[in-house]
């Protein structure tokens, strides 16, 4: 499985970005998908995850201003990120795990796509 990752860019604080990600399998069938990302310095970190049954998970600092999606008949996950901060800065990247299992640790996940850059200003 590849995964195209796309959407990241430069944005001001407050403001939106929608991440995309794009699987090269007909159909995601009973995956899991995620978003991770990892600023500069920092390790990479657990943004959200959706399951095949479409159960959703977050980091703590996103809830309620992210939201991850997935239209399993394009193989494509979304992320959208609204009220964005500058700790919001971070290359972003998409993850698949077969198993279908909800997991935040990166070690579980099998397939990852290639990042895509976010940069929040204040």
């Known amino acids: 499985v590849q995964l195209q990752a796309s959407g990241g860019g430069l944005v001001q604080a407050g403001g939106s970005l929608r991440l995309s990600c794009a699987a090269s399998?007909?159909?995601?069938?009973?995956?899991?998908m995620a978003w991770f990302r990892q600023a500069p310095g920092k390790e990479r970190e657990f943004v959200a995850a959706?399951?095949?049954?479409?159960?959703?998970t977050y980091k703590d600092s996103v809830k309620g201003r992210f939201t991850i999606s997935r239209d399993n008949g394009k193989s494509t996950m979304f992320l959208q990120m609204n009220s964005l901060e500058p700790e919001d800065t971070a290359v972003y990247y998409c993850?698949?795990?077969?198993?279908?299992?909800?997991?935040?640790?990166?070690?579980?996940?099998?397939?990852w796509g290639q990042g895509t850059l976010v940069t929040v200003s204040s």
């Open positions: 993850a698949v795990d077969r198993s279908g299992v909800v997991s935040t640790w990166a070690h579980r996940y099998d397939y």
């Open positions: 399998v007909r159909a995601l069938g009973a995956y899991t």
């Open positions: 959706v399951n095949w049954r479409d159960y959703t």
